[in-house]
């Protein structure tokens, strides 16, 4: 009994110290700027991360101090904070699965067209409803200012790899409308205003930009599939861990009452 509950504590262990990896990956995509201005997806992960470190801690103490009711709490509790956790990969998945990027001829950095992005995205963060608060949130960060002090040249701007997908679509006019370079977020003289409507939503106003784009919509949506792609790997790698450490709590907790029965049967044929 005192084996088994010594197991299921160091696993509850294990299982608490999954929680950080979880937590941090739902602080970094919150952290990011693009996440920033979208309040939809900010916090799910950092919240199922906090709730698995506060049931962990719970299965450690229970296993600790021989509590089985403590012990059979938080394997039904853990069993949902994984289920929620595998829906929100699936989930994360699913709808980050569309790629709206192609790539531009004699450009390092690609451009973005929002029909190339998941339906549930369009809808649900790029909305005519939501985008004015974002539109004025991304107005609001580094995001474009900072592009003038990494690129001098258009040579340098445009053989560039680094420009994030929300440059690429906030920060300066599509590629096909004909803009001449001046610096990043500054471009003139367009040749073919027909190519795109966004040709004609360009504006020099740095408060303004690409912002009402169609291209920013996508640009951002871009950043939110690579930031959650990266996310991704690491919260499949932990509830592959934390499903591991599951089963074998389990087998451990049945373990533990199988034994304890089989000890009060004895003592019944003392």
Do not use: H
Not at 88 to 113: H, N
Request: glycine share 6%; aromatic share 10%; with cysteine.
């Amino acid at each position: 009994m005192a084996l088994a509950n010594n197991l299921t504590a160091i696993l509850n262990l294990l299982a608490l110290l999954c929680s950080i990896p979880i937590t941090a990956s739902g602080i970094w995509l919150a952290s990011k700027p693009d996440n920033e201005c979208v309040n939809l997806l900010r916090w799910p992960v950092v919240v199922l991360g906090v709730l698995i470190l506060l049931v962990s801690a719970c299965g450690f103490i229970g296993a600790y101090q021989y509590k089985e009711t403590l012990l059979a709490v938080y394997l039904c509790c853990m069993a949902i904070l994984i289920g929620l956790l595998l829906v929100v990969l699936i989930f994360a998945f699913v709808v980050t699965r569309p790629d709206g990027s192609y790539q531009v001829p004699g450009r390092g950095y690609k451009e973005y067209r929002l029909e190339g992005f998941s339906n549930w995205l369009r809808e649900n963060v790029v909305d005519s409803k939501n985008w004015g608060k974002i539109r004025a949130c991304l107005a609001d960060t580094s995001v474009c200012p900072k592009l003038s002090q990494q690129f001098i040249t258009a040579d340098q701007f445009f053989s560039s790899s680094s420009i994030t997908p929300l440059q690429s679509g906030c920060c300066k006019p599509p590629t096909a409308c004909g803009y001449n370079f001046v610096n990043p977020t500054l471009w003139q003289n367009p040749t073919n205003m027909v190519a795109d409507a966004d040709c004609y939503l360009w504006n020099n106003d740095q408060s303004q930009l690409c912002y009402n784009c169609n291209s920013c919509k996508a640009g951002l949506l871009g950043n939110l599939r690579k930031d959650w792609r990266k996310a991704n790997l690491i919260l499949i790698i932990t509830v592959v861990v934390l499903i591991c450490v599951y089963v074998i709590a389990c087998s451990a907790f049945r373990n533990a009452q199988t034994e304890d029965l089989f000890r009060k049967y004895k003592q019944g044929w003392v």
